[in-house]
């Protein structure tokens, strides 16, 4: 049992970090700019925005390598730096993590399906594990599989993982609300079905992060928890539903507002709770005083 499971296993509420791609664009990103290749190029702000999350009292924080794979890399030609990139992801959030906290490499979906041939099970497992590997030797503590929505490429990723390294397995689908009031992925997967295929497949642990809220959150907590009581579940929510304002999206959510649902979620079932787009450092604290005052009048 790895660190990450022994200490839920323990009893323990995880904080996990927030959104990084917002202040990726603050700092500079440009749109169509790829935000992994500033691990080599821009470094000292990567680990800046890693700190942030460490400063906000985050248990864990997560790697700038979401869309690190050679098959998402190809879009901006840098494929063949993929082990590289996420080498360093994993180096620099280290570096901000030091050696008490949780360093969560995170691999997102690569945008091809299965479904339409555009690539195959061996392309994606290749793909997964090149980036699995280079993130354990950058020092990642677990893989983060996250915002994934077809199962057939995330049971890929998890079977990647688990081959290949020695990382920890954490895997999360991205859950919209449908109109009889369930939660299904765009490709159709329920929240149920993700739990019982993700387990079988060996996930040390599973959830949901980014579409929601954290009131949606709940929910879906409550669906995962409704067919298996025991695996570890992660959540990281978005600051509410994204509106656009005068052009700009925005989320909604104040750090007062995520703070105040962050306790129902530990009573859903929750073991992990961090957050997703548009959640900052102030959010990821507010949170974490909520649930470690809960746990202190509990």
Same mark, same amino acid.
Not at 208 to 226: E, H, L
């Given at each position: 049992?790895?660190?990450? /499971?022994?200490?839920?296993?323990?009893?323990?509420?995880?904080?996990?970090?927030?959104? #990084? =791609?917002?202040?990726?664009?603050?700092?500079?990103?440009?749109?169509? &700019?790829?935000?992994?290749? #500033?691990?080599?190029?821009?470094?000292?702000? *990567?680990?800046?925005?890693?700190?942030?999350?460490?400063?906000?009292?985050?248990?864990?924080?997560?790697?700038?390598?979401?869309?690190?794979?050679?098959?998402?890399?190809?879009?901006? %030609?840098?494929?063949?730096?993929?082990?590289?990139?996420?080498?360093?992801?994993? &180096?620099?959030?280290? &570096?901000?993590?030091?050696?008490?906290?949780?360093?969560?490499?995170?691999?997102?979906?690569?945008?091809?399906?299965?479904? @339409? %041939? !555009?690539?195959?099970?061996?392309?994606?497992?290749?793909?997964?594990?090149?980036?699995?590997?280079?993130?354990?030797?950058?020092?990642?503590?677990?893989?983060?599989? !996250?915002?994934?929505?077809?199962?057939? !490429?995330?049971?890929?990723?998890?079977?990647?993982? $688990? +081959?290949?390294?020695?990382?920890?397995?954490?895997?999360?689908?991205?859950?919209?609300?449908?109109?009889?009031?369930?939660?299904?992925?765009?490709?159709?997967?329920?929240?149920? !079905?993700?739990?019982?295929?993700?387990?079988?497949?060996?996930?040390?642990?599973?959830?949901?992060?980014? =579409?929601? %809220?954290?009131?949606?959150? *709940?929910?879906?907590?409550?669906?995962?928890?409704? /067919?298996?009581?025991?695996?570890?579940?992660?959540?990281?929510?978005?600051?509410?539903?994204? +509106?656009? *304002?005068? %052009?700009?999206?925005?989320?909604?959510?104040?750090?007062?507002?995520?703070?105040?649902?962050?306790?129902?979620? /530990?009573?859903?079932?929750? =073991?992990?709770?961090?957050?997703?787009?548009? @959640?900052?450092?102030?959010?990821?604290?507010?949170?974490?005083?909520?649930? $470690?005052?809960?746990?202190?009048?509990?």
């Amino acid at each position: 049992m790895g660190r990450l /499971v022994e200490q839920i296993r323990n009893g323990k509420i995880l904080i996990s970090d927030g959104a #990084w =791609g917002t202040f990726l664009h603050q700092k500079g990103l440009k749109p169509g &700019e790829c935000p992994e290749y #500033w691990n080599l190029t821009r470094r000292s702000d *990567v680990l800046d925005i890693a700190r942030s999350y460490v400063d906000a009292g985050a248990d864990m924080i997560e790697t700038n390598s979401f869309g690190a794979s050679r098959i998402k890399l190809a879009h901006y %030609g840098l494929e063949r730096k993929a082990s590289e990139i996420n080498k360093s992801a994993a &180096e620099i959030s280290r &570096e901000a993590a030091g050696e008490d906290r949780i360093v969560l490499g995170s691999i997102g979906p690569t945008g091809k399906f299965l479904i @339409t %041939g !555009e690539v195959t099970e061996d392309d994606l497992v290749d793909a997964f594990s090149e980036q699995a590997v280079a993130l354990e030797r950058g020092g990642a503590d677990a893989a983060c599989i !996250e915002t994934m929505a077809a199962l057939d !490429e995330a049971l890929c990723a998890v079977r990647a993982v $688990r +081959k290949n390294t020695k990382l920890e397995t954490v895997c999360t689908f991205t859950f919209e609300k449908t109109a009889d009031g369930s939660y299904k992925t765009m490709m159709g997967v329920s929240p149920q !079905e993700m739990a019982k295929n993700l387990a079988d497949a060996g996930a040390d642990v599973i959830g949901t992060n980014c =579409g929601n %809220g954290m009131a949606g959150m *709940v929910d879906i907590v409550k669906a995962i928890r409704s /067919v298996n009581r025991q695996i570890p579940l992660l959540v990281h929510a978005n600051a509410g539903k994204p +509106k656009i *304002v005068d %052009g700009k999206t925005i989320f909604p959510e104040t750090p007062r507002d995520m703070a105040r649902l962050a306790p129902d979620l /530990v009573r859903s079932g929750a =073991g992990i709770i961090g957050g997703c787009c548009g @959640t900052t450092p102030a959010h990821i604290r507010a949170i974490a005083d909520a649930i $470690r005052a809960e746990i202190l009048i509990a």
